[in-house]
């Protein structure tokens, strides 16, 4: 439940009179849940029609319960679903109308859960390259530093795999320990070479002229990518004398 700080004007919260509140007491609203909000974020999801604040005279944005609401709904249907702000604009726009609308189903959903595929198969969650920028809170010189370091690729139509979404919130945790993107190279070969691996062992079956074959290599695959990182996981921690909870 999401906790709305009282207080005067003047430093990030609302007059009491008024019941909004400004941009930075959003943020501290939302900070519990979503720790990677940031203000520049919160301004991305307005311009795209997320949400709508009402504006000052002065031209300062304030928001209202509601507006906070939504603006957790979306930052949820993003992390728990990697679904396309077009789409969440849309669903929420259906549901504010009192349309019962089911959520719409992508190929991908949150770990441990099962995926849920749309009648005509299952569809790769993409994200936008700005929507990537506002997710990671970070700038173009920063994306396309770790571009090429090889840590992030768009894809041929420049969107990217929501997985992006991860490895971007991942690099900016580690750059709090001081621990830099061009450092994180070798992680980034030893993955390649992890992945190489299990490509080469489900590559016959993935050239197999019969579908049920091929739809096997899929689940191959993914049995082995657990595996995988579950051994990396366990080196790693037996190497540092660890035990991760």
Do not use: C
């Amino acid at each position: 439940m999401l906790q709305t700080p009282s207080g005067g004007a003047g430093n990030g919260t609302a007059a009491p009179d008024s019941g909004l509140m400004s941009i930075g007491a959003v943020l501290n609203a939302l900070r519990d849940e979503f720790p990677d909000i940031t203000i520049s974020k919160i301004r991305f999801l307005e311009s795209e029609g997320l949400v709508e604040p009402r504006r000052t005279p002065a031209g300062y944005r304030k928001f209202s319960a509601h507006d906070i609401e939504r603006l957790a709904r979306v930052l949820r249907m993003q992390r728990d679903h990697y679904l396309p702000l077009k789409v969440i604009r849309e669903h929420l726009d259906a549901m504010e109308r009192g349309e019962a609308v089911p959520l719409p189903a992508l190929g991908r959903q949150r770990d441990g859960e099962p995926a849920r595929e749309p009648a005509e198969g299952p569809t790769v969650a993409r994200i936008g390259r700005e929507e990537l920028l506002a997710a990671a809170g970070i700038g173009e010189r920063e994306l396309e530093e770790w571009e090429s370091y090889g840590l992030l690729a768009p894809l041929p139509d420049g969107s990217y795999d929501a997985e992006a979404v991860t490895v971007a919130s991942l690099v900016v945790q580690l750059g709090g320990f001081g621990i830099e993107p061009r450092h994180l190279r070798v992680m980034k070969a030893a993955a390649d070479r992890e992945a190489g691996l299990v490509d080469q062992v489900v590559a016959p079956l993935k050239r197999h002229r019969n579908p049920q074959t091929r739809a096997h290599a899929e689940a191959r695959t993914k049995e082995l990518a657990g595996l995988a990182v579950k051994l990396h996981a366990a080196l790693v921690q037996t190497a540092l004398g660890v035990r991760l909870p």
